[in-house]
């Protein structure tokens, strides 16, 4: 199976804009035998600059799943292409919530979407409570966490349990402040403004820690760990008052990386799944492996949980 993982610089506030990018590389990815795509959290309603937005001007931008204009048109696209898309917007719920979610178009008319699970983006919006698994056209099983949800292991493995065979790990991430100070950081926005002519210092950037070293910490263990395909899309540029570092990047059920790019750009990389490596991959033999007679433990509240927003910008100037 082949598929594909895009970094863009979405258009704050511009969903015309950022579907038009959508639909060049859905060209792109459909002319190269992929059967999905993947793109960024948010890359359709754009993300970091709705953070001090007021509740009315986040419903502007939100629409109905899947009822709305933009998953309309990320159908006809799977259909036209006979490709699945996975794209992020902002969803207005029918009670009225705002959730940040994902959504993934099948060209059999068919969608999936997940509300992340840990949003923090906004006071304005809600975070889902439920876990997603669907299957795509082919068969194959795939799961859904935005962004932050990966950063919970409990969520990658209940997905994995869940029966996924791939993940989809959208993100907008990287050149981000945040409280612990060997995490991320800022990366000065005029570097990316003037990237033609200081290419290799950002290039420098979003190999480093800030970037694809910090992502190689954990996120090559989220797929090794629970026997998954792992596919993370990322923003690519300046998002506002931040930077996101793109690192757009498909691993397979060790960790391994099948394809990555760390190029200040738009860009889109592909690889081709060797599905036979799930059955016995490392990681599907040590959930075999389980006890969970032994995990009560981890579902009982310790005192120390937190909300999400206060947790992610403690002790942060936003």
Request: glycine share 8%.
């Amino acid at each position: 199976m082949k598929v594909a993982s895009v970094q863009f610089n979405h258009a704050p506030g511009d969903i015309e804009y950022n579907l038009n990018r959508i639909s060049v590389f859905c060209k792109q990815a459909a002319k190269e035998g992929n059967e999905l795509v993947v793109f960024p959290e948010m890359c359709i309603t754009g993300y970091w600059h709705v953070r001090d937005f007021s509740r009315a001007d986040i419903k502007k931008l939100a629409e109905f799943v899947p009822a709305g204009k933009s998953t309309q048109y990320l159908l006809e696209l799977a259909a036209k292409h006979n490709m699945s898309i996975g794209a992020g917007l902002i969803e207005l719920a029918d009670d009225g919530k705002l959730y940040n979610t994902y959504i993934v178009a099948m060209p059999n008319g068919k969608t999936a979407s997940h509300r992340k699970l840990h949003c923090f983006i906004n006071k304005h919006m809600a975070s889902g409570d439920e876990y997603t698994v669907f299957e795509l056209p082919n068969g194959v099983k795939t799961g859904i966490l935005i962004c932050y949800d990966n950063n919970i292991i409990e969520n990658v493995r209940i997905t994995a349990l869940m029966g996924a065979d791939i993940l989809l790990a959208p993100h907008q991430t990287g050149g981000c402040v945040t409280p612990s100070p060997l995490c991320m950081g800022a990366i000065d926005v005029d570097l990316w403004e003037q990237r033609e002519t200081r290419a290799k210092e950002l290039e420098s950037e979003f190999k480093g820690p800030k970037g694809r070293a910090w992502l190689m910490k954990w996120l090559p263990a989220r797929a090794h760990d629970n026997g998954m395909f792992l596919i993370f899309s990322n923003g690519v540029g300046r998002d506002d008052t931040e930077v996101r570092t793109g690192n757009a990047t498909i691993f397979d059920p060790y960790g391994n990386i099948l394809a990555e790019t760390w190029e200040a750009a738009d860009k889109m990389v592909s690889a081709n799944l060797d599905l036979s490596l799930l059955p016995d991959c490392i990681g599907r033999r040590w959930i075999k492996s389980r006890r969970p007679n032994l995990y009560a433990p981890i579902i009982v509240e310790t005192g120390m949980e937190e909300d999400i927003r206060k947790v992610r910008f403690s002790n942060i100037n936003e």
